[in-house]
């Protein structure tokens, strides 16, 4: 898992996954579905999936997608078992976005201030990497 700045700004945990470590029929919603089952098994409150792809093609058919993105998927939740001040609520809920690029997965979300979250999110993606892993 790798930190990086987007925009100079947000500190963005990613990581990316060689769709050839993969079993060949591997897909987003495979990805997004086990995510799903992990956080419902979990005291996380599930809300949605959002298919931003999905949906930025059909209201801006002239919008712009960046080169190589075939799908992106957003994993909607919360779990936090903490309310520890008024300002919190500007980086909930929580979102894991899935997406799917020509040779490759890119799962990412915003930087967690909790470090048991992060250990979390980092189990959830390993054990979802091994899932699919060849």
Same mark, same amino acid.
């Given at each position: ?33 086990? !995510? ?95 899932? !699919?892993?060849?």
């Amino acid at each position: 898992m790798e930190t990086i700045m987007f925009k100079e700004e947000y500190p963005v945990m990613k990581e990316e996954w060689l769709k050839s470590d993969l079993k060949d029929d591997v897909t987003v919603d495979d990805i997004v579905k086990e !995510f799903v089952d992990k956080i419902n098994e979990m005291w996380i409150k599930f809300f949605d999936v959002f298919d931003h792809y999905k949906w930025t093609t059909e209201k801006f058919p002239e919008g712009y997608i960046y080169p190589g993105i075939k799908a992106a998927k957003m994993i909607i939740f919360c779990g936090g078992e903490e309310i520890v001040s008024p300002y919190v609520f500007g980086v909930k809920p929580r979102n894991v976005w899935v997406v799917e690029m020509e040779d490759r997965f890119v799962i990412s979300f915003l930087k967690i201030p909790n470090p048991k979250k992060i250990e979390m999110c980092e189990e959830f993606l390993n054990q979802t990497k091994a899932k !699919f892993s060849k």
